[in-house]
């Protein structure tokens, strides 16, 4: 293919734009400029360009991102400093531990030991360790024999010798603390205490606790504090440095960033320009040429392409207004020879879908429904022929009539339109899911595949023509999709001949077909296997449950379409939700369709549907046993067989 057909097949319209012919301007938007739309005006302020808007968006990013981490970072860092703080403060007790007298400090135990020589040395001691370590309290407790703490001596000379320790009132965690040491006989890891107490709110302070012991037997509680608020405050403003400096390469970047989409947007002004004067028909415009390899370069270039493509679509809108098929178009684009009537004689295998007991839901439903639920289907399912590379001839309402192996053929064309029909039950049972979600009927579908000689080429004339097949393969095809359920694909065996090895099969029945001499031998398909490995959904059919008192019928064979002016009288016997056991006066023929019609004046709905004959049984008496398989079962007609059963079908 050339490459200039080639890249306007990469442009072929969807299907619904087929047919849309006419001149230039039928494509070209109107020069009213109400009808046109706005358009951009190059007067607008600043605040309305795309780099203001960048900019700001670029910065609200900027401010939600960094607010959560400068919070984050501040905690962090106060968690970090505290810990640092506690660690240092276990380093200063156990140094300032080993300036301390033990044994003297034991033999202070009364408020007049403080006139006292080693009093006065405990006191100098802890002036000492507030002094070169910088702590805010250095004090001396020791535990009496009720669980309490009381002061030996505190840096400040505050207190009493025996006298409580009113921290531990003020602050319980810290007797915690205290006590843990003591009876652990042991360095205690620092804690964070502080905050509102007994009314009042106080500073936040670190505390830690040294045991002083003689002879392995702690006598007194070393207990060092220092506030953590400097500790915060220094974090706060550390953290407000680093804010601050990000802030300022924040503006710095916001600045280069706003400098650089300036210069990136001038192509795109160039190219807004140009497509102004496309849509008023110019496609004489000329672009310069991208310097580089960029996104807006890669759009350049793109928009060089589109013009192309543009001037070749006089030549791309008459041909895909004749045919519907993408694979179709870019076989025959490649010269205007693919435009010609005619065609050729080759095999192919034919796909023919039809929903079961569509007319019948078609009849209960506002049409705004009907053609709702029916676009939804045909969306799902064509979206499955285009996955398997099918060329869709036609749609006859819910019917689909589609075909492998032209215009391109391919060794694998009938598995794939076998794969492709289960698939296709596969969607369909889907969509039903979401049918039942919706609290609309289920739907049901037949398919029939057969492999025959057809002639494939342009069938119409030089103002309307659509790229399509005739033969009698075709209305083979048709014969044997009639013979279908709901939920079924049957083959015939020319195409069960070319699948064999790759086709899984429940089974064979043989057919007689209107139209053919010969029985017809069809293979009913559960699975494929190999490169398009693919299974049937599960459809076992739910037991058949008594019918008491039976219900009356009438059953109406129906050929072609046509019900038969005269029926045949009979009642339902058993009944499931997917197929009825009839009894009949009259035999019905295998496989034929028929109509039923419920003899009951309590339905107030179409109180009738339709089926296929499965199997048919002479029983005593001379009366007829046919098993019907139901293509759908209206709500009336559902509510009956209910009240006649003895259990939920």
């Known amino acids: 293919m050339a490459p200039a057909a080639e890249s306007s097949a990469r442009r072929v319209p969807r299907p619904a734009e087929a047919g849309q012919l006419g001149t230039r301007e039928d494509l070209i938007v109107a020069r009213d400029p109400a009808r046109r739309g706005p358009r951009l005006d190059e007067r607008r302020g600043v605040v309305h360009s795309i780099v203001v808007k960048n900019v700001l968006l670029f910065l609200a990013i900027l401010v939600v991102a960094m607010v959560p981490l400068a919070v984050q970072y501040d905690r962090d860092s106060r968690a970090y400093e505290i810990q640092n703080l506690a660690s240092t403060l276990e380093f200063f007790a156990e140094r300032g531990a080993t300036w301390l007298d033990v044994r003297a400090i034991a033999s202070l135990t009364r408020p007049e030991h403080k006139a006292t020589d080693a009093y006065r040395r405990l006191l100098a001691n802890l002036n000492r360790i507030r002094r070169e370590f910088g702590v805010d309290n250095a004090v001396v407790m020791r535990r009496q024999a009720d669980g309490g703490y009381t002061y030996v001596a505190i840096d400040h000379d505050g207190f009493d010798i025996g006298e409580p320790a009113q921290i531990h009132v003020l602050f319980p965690a810290t007797y915690r603390a205290t006590e843990d040491t003591w009876q652990a006989g042991e360095m205690m890891h620092s804690r964070l205490f502080g905050g509102r107490a007994g009314g009042e709110e106080y500073a936040q302070f670190v505390q830690i606790n040294t045991p002083l012991k003689v002879g392995g037997r702690v006598v007194a509680i070393l207990m060092l504090n220092k506030f953590a608020d400097p500790v915060a405050a220094a974090v706060r403003a550390k953290t407000t440095r680093v804010v601050g400096l990000s802030a300022g390469l924040i503006v710095v970047g916001l600045a280069l960033f706003g400098l650089v989409s300036a210069r ?262 559960v699975a494929m296997r190999g490169t398009y490995a693919v299974a049937l959904p599960d459809t076992t059919r739910t037991p058949l449950v008594p019918i008491e008192p039976p219900l009356p019928i009438v059953c109406y064979r129906v050929d072609q379409g046509r019900v038969a002016a005269v029926g045949i009288a009979g009642h339902v016997a058993r009944a499931s939700r997917e197929a009825l056991e009839v009894r009949l006066e009259r035999p019905v023929g295998q496989r034929s369709s028929v109509l039923l019609a419920f003899d009951d004046a309590g339905s107030q709905g179409p109180n009738q549907t339709y089926g296929k004959v499965e199997t048919v049984e002479t029983i005593a008496g001379g009366d007829v046993a046919a098993l019907v398989v139901l293509t759908a079962v209206p709500p009336d007609i559902l509510r009956l067989l209910q009240q006649r059963s003895p259990i939920r079908l």
Not at 365 to 384: F, G, K, M, S, T
């Open 264 to 525: 990136m947007l001038r192509p795109l002004r160039t190219l807004t320009a140009a497509a102004g004067r496309v849509a008023q028909g110019d496609l004489g415009v000329v672009v310069p040429e991208p310097r580089g390899a960029d996104e807006v370069g890669r759009l350049t270039r793109a928009f060089q392409g589109m013009m192309e493509g543009l001037r070749q679509r006089d030549f791309i809108r008459d041909t895909f207004g004749r045919y519907v098929s993408p694979e179709v178009a870019q076989a025959v684009l490649g010269s205007p020879e693919g435009l010609k009537l005619g065609g050729d004689r080759r095999e192919i295998t034919l796909l023919v879908s039809d929903l079961r007991g569509f007319s019948v839901l078609a009849e209960r439903l506002p049409a705004e429904d009907v053609l709702r639920c029916l676009n939804r289907y045909l969306e799902r399912v064509v979206e499955v022929l285009v996955r398997y590379q099918a060329t869709i001839d036609e749609f006859q309402g819910d019917g689909i009539l589609a075909f492998f192996g032209a215009p391109l053929a391919a060794a694998d064309d009938a598995e794939r339109a076998v794969a492709c029909a289960i698939e296709m039950q596969r969607t369909l049972a889907q969509l039903n899911d979401e049918q039942r979600a919706l609290g609309a009927a289920d739907l049901a579908m037949g398919i029939g595949i057969h492999t025959g000689e057809v002639i494939v080429g342009n069938i119409g004339s030089e103002r309307r023509a659509k790229y399509g097949a005739v033969g009698a393969a075709i209305n083979l095809a048709y014969r044997i999709e009639s013979q279908t359920v709901g939920g079924q694909v049957l083959i015939s065996s020319t195409t069960y001949d070319r699948v064999r090895t790759a086709v899984e099969v429940r089974g064979s029945l043989d057919a007689r077909l209107k139209g053919v001499a010969d029985m017809v031998t069809l293979y009913d398909v």
